[in-house]
Nanobody
């Protein structure tokens, strides 16, 4: 089993920044990547950033140039630095465990391991 715990969400004004963290524990050898998803009210969950062994990084067009994904392997932690936040970034953000797949969106195959989510609200 894999456990994922997100933190770092909150309320921020447009143009501001937040950094989310995802700490993995348990059978961490069963995956080689982490994906950050988000789900806004009334919308489907969408993949926004990925990091897999290499490391190889992937970003959705909507966040490229504003979000940066990184990791500290010694701490089993993946970060999502979010800059120049917009109201459209408001969502619950989830981290997910998975692995590299060249045939998938952002080259990422999602396993069924999810964190509990952390709310990000961008509003003045």
């Amino acid at each position: 089993q894999v456990q994922l715990v997100e933190s770092g969400g909150g309320l921020v004004e447009p143009g501001g920044s937040l950094t989310l963290s995802c700490v993995a524990s348990g059978s961490t050898s069963s995956f080689n990547g982490i994906g950050w998803y988000r789900q806004a009210p009334g919308k489907q969950r969408e993949l926004v950033a990925t990091i897999v062994d290499g490391p190889r990084l992937g970003y959705a067009d909507s966040v490229a140039g504003r979000f940066t994904i990184s990791r500290d392997k010694d701490r089993n932690t993946v970060y999502l630095q979010m800059d120049r936040l917009e109201a459209e970034d408001t969502a619950v953000y989830y981290c997910n465990a998975g692995f590299y797949s060249s045939s998938r969106y952002l080259n990422y195959y999602s396993l069924d391991y999810w964190g509990q989510g952390t709310q990000v609200t961008v509003s003045s």
